[in-house]
Every structure is written in C-alpha cells, then in structure tokens.
C-alpha cells in the first residue's frame, strides 16, 4: 500500500468469503484506510474454529491461519463488533461518520435489521457510497435465497456450458469466478459513486447483485439462443473456428501443454516445430483454415506426438521461439517454475504472527511511480479495536467495559 | 440525463476483448470512451456468433454486448500519422487503456511522457507484462487460462485440464483492468497525478481467488482434481432432478441440517455415517441415492423453491434458452433489449450494478457502433480539417 491512488478514502468493509473481502484488499493496496469489520462473536466462514485442508501450518488458534482468509485480507485494519449490542452499534455509527464507502455483504434484509440500511446510514452520514453486494441483489424474488459463487455461475448458462464435451453435468466442477470477478466490479462501483459524489455532493446506494455483475461477461452464451435459437455446445477446449486450440499431454504423467494456432502464420511456425512442413504447401488441404477445421484430429495428434517429447515449460518455449500460442497448464507448485514471474519479483514473503514468513501470491497489477506493496499482513481479529477506537475517542476505560461485556473482541471460541 | 460518468473522457486501443470489455465500464455509465481500432478488423468483432450466422463486421454478439456506448475510429497506431493522431486525442484524456503487443504499447507510452513525466494516465493489458523474459509471447483466452491454475483445477485427474467459457478469461483480466484504471482515474481528478499501469493477465488472473496458487502456497494443499460431485464434503456438485440440475453448495452445517430436513430426513443430520468426517465418504453413494430420489419428482425450479425456503444453498443450472424468463432476471429487467442499426432488436445484458435505484438511468447502453462509424467526426473534434482527413485516409492511417 505505498500507492497512494486511493489516500484518504476510508473504506468500512463488512463482507465475508472472496468477492467483498478481496475488494477491500485491492482498495487498501491502493492506499485506502481500509477497516474490515468482522463478524463478533460468531467467526465468518471463513475462520472456521477446527482445522481442515486451508489451514496453514503453525501456532495460534486455527481462524487466525486459515489460507481462505488470508488471500482476501491484506491491507486492511480489524476490528470484531457485536453490532446487534446497542453499543456496537454506537461504535459503528461513529464509524460511519466520516467513511466515504461502506461495503456489506449481508442476505437480503438483515443490515436495515440491525439499523444499518441505506435510510438509517445516509443520515448518519450523507456523503457516504454504500454497496450492498448480496448474491441476486436486494429487490426481487430471489433477494432471500442464499448462494456462494458456484450457485451464481449455475443460474447465468456458464456452468451448462463450462465441462467435457458430451460429459455430464455431474462431472463439472463448481467455480468461484464470480468472486474473482466481482471484486473488481465492486471497486469499480466503488470509484464511480465516488466520482458522482464529486459532482452532486451526496452520497449513492448501490445494489450490487453479484449474478448481474458476473451475467454481463458471457454475451455469447445469451445471443446464441436469442440470435439463432441454439443452445451453445460444451467444446471443452475446442474453437469452432480455430484448428488447432487444444490441451495436449506432455512427457509427464498427467502434465499437460495448450497450444493454438489461429492464423495461418502461426501454423507455420507450428509446423516448422513439430515436422510436418508439408501442411504448409498451399496444395496441402491443411494449409488453410478450412481444410484445418476438417482435419482437426489428425493435427491434434500430430501436435501430440511432438509435446509428448517435452515437459510443458520446454515445449511451450520451443513453440514460442517460433511465434506459436503455447503454454504449460501450470499447476500450482509449477508456478514457481516460471521465470517470468520471478524476473517481476510476483511472488511476496509477508510475515504473519501465527504462521511466520509466508509465501504468497502478489498483486494483480503493478503501478509506476508508486508502486505496491503488501504492507499489513491478513490482520488478527480484532487486532486494532484498541487502535481505531481510540482514533473515534473512545478511552482505555470504556474500551475496555466494550471487551468485558462482549460488544467488542479479539478472539473466537470454539 | 446526467449519467455518473459524464465527463471522463476514455481512450481504448486494441480492439481486443479485454480491452472492450474494459471500455464498457466507462461507456455504458456516461464516459466518452474512443475505441481506436486498428485497421486490420478488432479481434472483438470477430468473434461468433452472428445473427442467422452470417458474419458481419459489425453484427458480432461480442462486439455488439461489449462495445456499446462508445465511438469507433480506425487509426494505424504503428504508423507516425497513426501516433499523432493518438497524441492529440489522449492528450486531455482521463485514461487511456491499451491491449496491444508490448513493443508497440512501449512506443504509444512514449507520445505521452515528456521527459519522465507523463502527461496521462495509461493502463496496458498485456499477457505477461511489460517486462521480463516471456513479455513478447503471445497467448490467447486458452494460454492464459493454462497459465492461471485454473485450467488444471477445472478437470478430473488423468483427463484434460479444461478452459472456463470461451473468453472468461480475458474478460476478467479486462474488468480487472477497468478497475485499476478507475482508481487512476480518481486520483489524477483528486491530485493530478498521473499513472503508468501494468496489467500481466498471467498475474491479473492468477493473482485472485479462484486460483489454487496461494492455497499450495502456504500449505502445500492441492486442491483435488476428482468428479465435480464432492464425494466428501456432499452434498457441493450438481445432481439430476426431474427436468436438469440442481447446483449444490449443502455440506457444511448449518446449510447440511437444513437440507436434510428440507427433504423429510431431518435423522441424516446426526447421522454418523454423515456427519463422522471418516464415514461421511464412504457413504456417499447412499446419500446421493437418497437425494436424487427425492429430486426425481421435481423440478429444478420446484426444488430450488423448497430448498431456499429453508436456507439450503442450492440453485438450478439453467441454459441459454432459460436467462431471459428467468424470474429474478424478469423481474429486474437484468436483460434489456435494444434497437440496433441493420439488425433490429438485440437482446444483452443490463447493468452490472445499480446506483441510485433498480432503474435509475445512471446506466444507459446506447448501440455499438459500426466500424469507424465516428472517425470524420472525432477527428473534426480534435482539431483535423476536411482536406487533412482525406489524406489520412488516402495514406492508410484510417479507414
């Protein structure tokens, strides 16, 4: 957070799993005062109390190393407020009260419950941008019903379409890519209020439904049916119009390489590499698209024969040296193979009190001249109550009274 | 009509699908997004499927979902002619965002520095950055996919890893960069400055979640590659009804209590050989039984309504002939239907969020325009006389 796109916006987020947590994170690695407000005394899902497979390896209770959390919660300040008790709730309107976004992520309904709804939040603070992102949105027949990511990308066509050719809808998998998704529509909507709040002087709700932020990236699937009464095909891998474009085994077991050619230059720098110059010739019935579209399953096992001589790193290079689209499909563990992500430093070593150093991911963008930097590790619960609510003047004594009668806390139980 | 936007002034070059899907952020919320394309025909615009599956340069589903609200303008960026042109219309510019190969993106960054200085904000989305050893290669929606983990994830071991839907990939790695481009933008209206970012879509997608990098990470976990139906953690994965599929996410309690009771069998939820983490796998194929039987004698819509009704995280897999009449979408209006020039009435999607109202007019998606619909008129804007026009055009730089 050394980019200071964002200085001196105050960001309140109270969401939990990927989609409102991950923006929140993108916010604070712009160098946004980010506060996340965790859910107290109930843990969110994902602090979970008893171990399982996300749990990272060493001391302290298990909600504070739990792998799911911490890739959505860099950057951020915590603070763990029972806001049903009415003094959460005082805590939480001073907060408001010089936020410029609130971002919460709560069912349907629940937060004008707990007196935090559009009404009750724009009077106590006009100027304020509020998004509230449950999954189908606050108005309409779905707005009760409960989804996480999978459940949206089921209702928009792309899971009727994602999956084997004439597989099953058994054998695909549930994705989380409106989360991965969604966090940017949301710093998106985030921005836009804030722009419109420069010109009006007010502040804006916005109901961010995360089904209609993820339905609007999949044109083709709708206008196939609206334009020709088709209803799309599972390909797999395959493009109707491009041959090859395919995923190839490679000398390792289970490893496995895409290569495409979509133009025909590219076809000649394939053919070069793999040893069928011929298919080049213009009387060759491969030497153009639509003789390649006919011969798809010659060529694919052709390319095969040549990845198969390879690990997917060196065939991918040979490929590319002659100008091809090629790639190993990278397994996690093969993401430290690359090269080109060390050369741009990707990867970021943050420190972390229960787990020590950590490997993780980086950034998803880098910025000149500011650059970005993962400065707070995913915050303890409750770390900075103490912290913030002194900032809001509250003294040592009453915080803590607030610790004593559970309104604020630092910790779980299990 | 004030739209959130209105003033902002967007520059889009590339003609690519990131870099559509980047521009419509803007153009559809009132900003004057430019979309310079390059002489040899937007890769957007070339994509399937067509109206009665003629292809048309600008009757593209892609094209026509993900270009609206913006003016189109040819310019050959490689060209010196090309270049001043893109100076002069950037020059008082919020942002400008490019998806083209990095040499010629370094050469259009450099019209806008004076000295180290630059004078606008510039996003590039490039498949593997701006720097380093694999900068130059050339990838596609299904490299990038391979590159970002999710590939080898979204399969069964022994079979091949499988790509998302066509172009999930780069549309992400486009809202991505509209994103970070969005906060450039409020900085430089807030202090002035201006910024160089560099979107790698190798890092843009990987970075996130849904990628199984950091998970391996920080504990060596991998994410099994098994059936799409969890046969541990059940009941996560779709399952037959009487007319399709139901999408589960039910196998953690609370959620896993409610289904059961949900389906008249509220015994399975304190029932070991379902809830003992050691037995709940290998008394999978019982529960699937049971489930499915009590799916079989409804539909997916009837299912979906009785299990909401008790907080079971479930949804119907609907295909492409179900969005429309779907009744959340009908209600909402998340699909608009629009007037298109030489085609008629099109159908896509509305809002990706709604500000001030379910149907405020913050968000208006006007047509996609024809190629190089509007370069007479962005040209005349910038300052170009008639006779100055004819020799550009005359000279290859438009078209």
Request: hydrophobic letters at 35%.
């Amino acid at each position: 957070m050394s980019n200071k796109s964002l200085e001196g916006l105050k960001i309140l987020e109270m969401t939990e799993a990927w989609a409102g947590p991950v923006c929140a994170s993108l916010m604070g690695d712009m160098g946004a005062d980010v506060i996340k407000i965790e859910s107290f005394p109930r843990h969110s899902l994902t602090r979970p109390t008893s171990p399982r497979y996300a749990t990272m390896p060493g001391e302290g209770p298990v909600y504070e190393r739990d792998a799911l959390h911490h890739q959505g919660n860099r950057n951020k300040r915590n603070m763990a407020i029972d806001i049903r008790k009415e003094s959460g709730k005082e805590i939480f309107k001073k907060l408001l009260l010089d936020a410029d976004v609130f971002i919460e992520g709560y069912a349907a309904g629940k937060i004008e419950k707990l007196g935090f709804g559009w009404q009750d939040v724009q009077k106590i603070n006009p100027n304020i941008t509020m998004i509230s992102i449950a999954g189908w949105g606050l108005e309409g027949p779905y707005k009760n019903m409960v989804t996480l990511g999978a459940g949206l990308d089921a209702t928009t066509g792309h899971l009727s379409l994602r999956g084997y050719p004439q597989g099953d809808f058994v054998d695909t998998h549930p994705n989380f890519h409106s989360d991965a998704t969604g966090s940017s529509t949301i710093f998106f909507a985030a921005l836009t209020a804030l722009l419109q709040r420069k010109k009006e002087k007010k502040g804006t709700f916005i109901d961010l439904s995360q089904w209609e932020g993820l339905v609007w990236q999949f044109p083709a699937i709708l206008a196939e049916w609206t334009m020709n009464k088709r209803i799309p095909e599972r390909l797999g891998n395959n493009d109707p119009h491009i041959v090859p474009h395919g995923v190839y085994r490679t000398i390792e077991e289970d490893k496995w390489i895409v290569v495409a050619a979509e133009d025909d230059n590219q076809w000649q720098g394939l053919c070069e590499v793999i040893g069928k110059i011929e298919w080049t010739d213009l009387m060759h019935q491969y030497s153009n698209i639509v003789g390649r579209i006919k011969g798809r399953t010659e060529i694919d096992a052709a390319i095969e024969s040549f990845t198969k001589q390879y690990d997917g790193f060196t065939a991918a290079e040979i490929l590319q040296n002659n100008h091809v689209i090629a790639s190993p499909v990278v397994t996690p563990p093969d993401v430290l193979l690359s090269n080109q992500l060390h050369e741009r430093d990707w990867h970021q070593t943050v420190n972390h009190k229960w787990t020590g150093p950590i490997m993780v991911g980086g950034h998803l963008w880098n910025v000149e001249p500011d650059t970005l930097s993962w400065d707070i590790p995913t915050a303890l619960v409750g770390q900075h109550n103490e912290e913030i609510l002194t900032e809001l003047g509250f003294d040592h004594d009453y915080i803590s009274a607030l610790y004593a009668n559970g309104t604020i806390g630092n910790h779980y139980e299990n | 009509m004030t739209q959130p936007l209105n003033g902002l002034k967007i520059i889009e070059i590339g003609g690519t699908v990131s870099v559509s899907a980047a521009g419509k952020k803007f153009s559809d919320f009132g900003a004057n997004v430019i979309k310079i394309e390059p002489p040899s025909v937007s890769d957007v615009r070339k994509i399937a499927p067509f109206p009665d599956d003629i292809f048309h340069i600008d009757k593209g589903a892609v094209h026509l979902a993900f270009d609206t609200s913006k003016r189109s303008i040819v310019i050959d960026h490689l060209t010196n002619s090309g270049k001043e042109i893109i100076q002069r219309l950037g020059k008082d510019a919020d942002l400008i965002i490019m998806d083209i190969p990095v040499t010629e993106a370094q050469d259009l960054i450099n019209i806008f520095k004076d000295g180290d200085n630059l004078l606008t904000n510039v996003v590039t989305i490039t498949p593997h950055g701006m720097t380093g050893p694999y900068k130059d290669r050339v990838e596609n929606d299904l490299t990038l996919f391979g590159w970002s983990t999710r590939s080898h994830r979204h399969s069964i071991a022994g079979r091949e890893p499988l790509r998302y839907g066509p172009y999930a990939g780069v549309v992400q790695i486009g809202s991505t960069a509209a994103a970070v481009g969005m906060a450039a933008v409020w900085s430089k209206r807030n202090e002035g400055m201006n910024r160089l970012v560099d979107v790698s879509g190798v890092e843009a997608l990987m970075g996130n979640v849904d990628s199984g990098f950091f998970l391996w990470a920080v504990n060596g976990a991998l994410q099994p590659r098994s059936a799409g139906q969890s046969s541990g953690l059940y009941p996560s994965g779709a399952y037959k009804c009487k007319d399709g599929y139901m999408l589960f996410s039910a196998g953690r309690d609370p959620v896993y209590s409610r289904l059961c009771n949900a389906i008249g069998r509220p015994d399975l939820a304190t029932d070991k050989r379902f809830t003992d983490p050691e037995e709940k796998p290998k008394n999978f194929e019982i529960f699937k039984k049971i489930l499915e039987d009590w799916l079989a004698t409804r539909t997916k819509y009837e299912a979906f309504d009785e299990l909401q009704e008790q907080g079971v995280m479930c949804c119907p897999v609907l295909d492409a002939s179900e969005l429309e009449n779907d009744p959340q979408s009908v209600y909402r209006k998340s699909y608009i239907t629009r007037n298109q020039d030489g085609i008629g009435d099109i159908t896509i999607a509305g809002p990706p969020f709604r500000m001030n109202g379910l149907y405020s007019d913050a968000w208006e998606s006007k047509p996609a325009p024809n190629l190089s619909e509007h370069t007479t008129e962005i040209l005349q804007e910038h300052g170009y006389g008639t006779q100055e026009i004819i020799a550009l055009f005359r000279a290859g730089v438009t078209t």
